[in-house]
């Protein structure tokens, strides 16, 4: 099983930054595509953005592009996303997810991925 451990929410005046963690316990961590998704209360779950498994392609949705920025430590078995510039739109739960197939290329549909970790809170006020 696959564990996914969300970390770096919190509250935050709009402006500000924050970075979130996403850590793994798959060994086989450097070979597997992740992402970013959001969810905000009585909304779909959204993408937001992923990497490829070598961290050589990145995707956004429009409404980060500019301001968010994933990366990943494969050392480190972590996908980070550094989100700057935020705004009270971008109030939501946060969920790390990766796909199960090794070498993948980067979904942006839910159902392109397979392991999603519990989200952590990030909330913007203005």
């Known amino acids: 099983q696959v564990q996914l451990v969300e970390s770096g929410g919190g509250l935050v005046q709009a402006g500000g930054s924050l970075r979130l963690a996403c850590a793994t316990s798959?060994?086989?961590?450097?070979?597997?595509?992740m992402a970013w998704f959001r969810q905000a209360p009585g909304e779909a779950r959204e993408f937001v953005a992923a990497i490829t498994w070598s961290g050589g392609s990145t995707a956004y949705a429009d409404s980060v592009k500019g301001r968010f920025t994933i990366s990943r430590d494969n050392a480190k078995n972590t996908v980070y996303l550094q989100m700057n510039s935020l705004k009270p739109e971008d109030t939501a739960v946060y969920y790390c997810?990766?796909?199960?197939?090794?070498?993948?290329?980067?979904?942006?549909?839910?159902?392109?991925?397979?392991?999603w970790g519990q989200g952590t809170q990030v909330t913007v006020s203005s």
């Open positions: 798959r060994r086989t961590f450097s070979v597997y595509t």
């Open positions: 997810t990766a796909r199960r197939t090794a070498f993948a290329p980067i979904a942006t549909s839910l159902e392109g991925y397979d392991y």
